[in-house]
């Protein structure tokens, strides 16, 4: 009997890791027979496409990329400090500033609900990743496979509070008083997201320290079973692991000049992510003391790439496909956001972590209690550490050797295969009464 086909409509929040995994997640379905479409910002057609997914536009008037910098380019230097001393200096207008992805989420909620209207007899199943907080995917009988591109640390009850970067043998009783501290810094944030949570009539249970809301029908998170947080069981019901989704590379090939590749070391690649690559302070300043190093470095300059200058031993674009840059390096400097340590776990790459926001704490502290990189962060940056990191890195065989047994694991797994088979199951059984 041959395989039943459904058809997926799948959705991101505005930011490069969800739209990544959730192209990865696409891959994953379309290579198991199912066909995909994807709706998002007219930017990420080409991507889409290239994937051979279906593609549907979002209508003007969503946030672009402007909104997200205007709002960190007052906010810079208060990421360099630890978070949760930055959290409890929080003053009122910072507690209004967390509620300001309400107005975001509505935004989005009003677009999706056009997209949902019309399309909605063509699919089967949705997909989304960190849209939870809108009601309009929810709203029909379609299932809703919900996706989590974080670090899955949020989804464990008894580890510390993620965003924070404790290790999981670090004193529970600190995790506690960062609790208590977190929630009150959020309270406005939970009373505006809950009053949007009823109008869209969705469960008013918003808890910023889980950011999920109860799932519809299943979820899944990736990350590799030697980096899970077991020891901090249980987790939200009905979430699942998969060790990876990660994206293929994109079709165009990137040419690195010939002349900067025979230049003498190691080739490194330095990347901050999409979002904190606009600290031009910090990047000027990274970009400095790699400058001292007897190696070579692929810089990801980011969206203001433009106001960057490199060093004689640097080559680097505003932006380019990861992907194909992680396959050629022997070390990456990584801000660490879930996304980018999946990819570069995947292709067995040692990895510095120097993190800037959000998990990217986490990640940095996971890579560190499981002895598979080193963590710099920015309150603590300096030359002799970064470059001393560097080298022990690269010259760190045992370290590459678990690296390379966490790469080998995400292969083998059939986790994948195993979460589209429970998927299909889910809208079988949701497509029964229609038999009846």
């Not at 690559?277 to 990274?286: H, T």
């Not at 080298?391 to 083998?412: A, C, F, G, P």
Request: glycine share 4%; charged share 25%.
């Amino acid at each position: 009997m041959s395989r039943k086909k459904y058809r997926f409509l799948l959705t991101a929040l505005n930011e490069h890791g969800p739209v990544n995994a959730t192209l990865g997640f696409g891959e994953l379905l379309a290579r198991h027979g199912h066909h995909v479409t994807f709706t998002h910002r007219k930017k990420f057609r080409k991507a889409a496409e290239a994937r051979n997914f279906e593609f549907i536009p979002f209508s003007d008037g969503y946030f672009g990329d402007d909104s997200m910098l205007n709002a960190l380019d007052d906010n810079f230097d208060s990421f360099r400090v630890d978070p949760l001393e930055r959290l409890k200096n929080y003053t009122d207008l910072d507690k209004q500033r967390l509620a300001l992805l309400v107005k975001d989420y509505r935004k989005l909620d009003l677009i999706l609900r056009k997209i949902v209207a019309v399309h909605q007899h063509q699919f089967d199943a949705f997909v989304q990743d960190w849209c939870d907080l809108t009601g309009s995917l929810f709203a029909t009988d379609h299932p809703v496979i919900s996706l989590q591109s974080a670090n899955p640390l949020l989804l464990y009850h008894n580890g510390p509070p993620y965003s924070f970067g404790l290790s999981t043998r670090s004193d529970p009783t600190l995790w506690e008083e960062i609790r208590q501290i977190f929630l009150e810094a959020n309270s406005i944030n939970i009373e505006k997201t809950n009053e949007m949570l009823v109008e869209f009539k969705r469960p008013p249970v918003f808890n910023p320290l889980r950011q999920v809301l109860p799932v519809k029908s299943i979820g899944f998170y990736h990350y590799p079973a030697l980096l899970d947080y077991e020891e901090c069981l249980p987790k939200e019901p009905n979430w699942h692991r998969i060790d990876y989704f990660v994206r293929s590379a994109e079709p165009e090939t990137i040419a690195v000049p010939v002349d900067f590749l025979d230049k003498p070391g190691k080739l490194i690649y330095f990347s901050l992510g999409s979002i904190a690559s606009n600290d031009l302070k910090l990047m000027r300043e990274i970009i400095s003391i790699l400058a001292k190093a007897p190696h070579k470095f692929i810089i990801s300059k980011g969206f203001r790439g433009d106001f960057l200058d490199l060093a004689d031993n640097m080559w680097g674009e505003n932006y380019f496909d990861q992907i194909q840059v992680l396959q050629m390096v022997d070390l990456v400097i990584t801000h660490g956001g879930n996304n980018s340590l999946m990819e570069i776990l995947y292709y067995a790459k040692p990895l510095i972590v120097i993190p800037y926001f959000f998990d990217q704490y986490d990640n940095a502290q996971r890579v560190v209690d499981k002895n598979i990189g080193y963590r710099i962060n920015l309150w603590e940056l300096s030359e002799e550490r970064l470059l001393d990191c560097i080298e022990k890195t690269l010259k760190d065989v045992d370290m590459h050797n678990r690296i390379k047994e966490i790469s080998q694991s995400m292969k083998d797994s059939d986790s994948g295969t195993q979460a589209v088979e429970m998927i299909e199951k889910i809208i079988d059984e949701a497509k029964a009464p229609e038999k009846r």
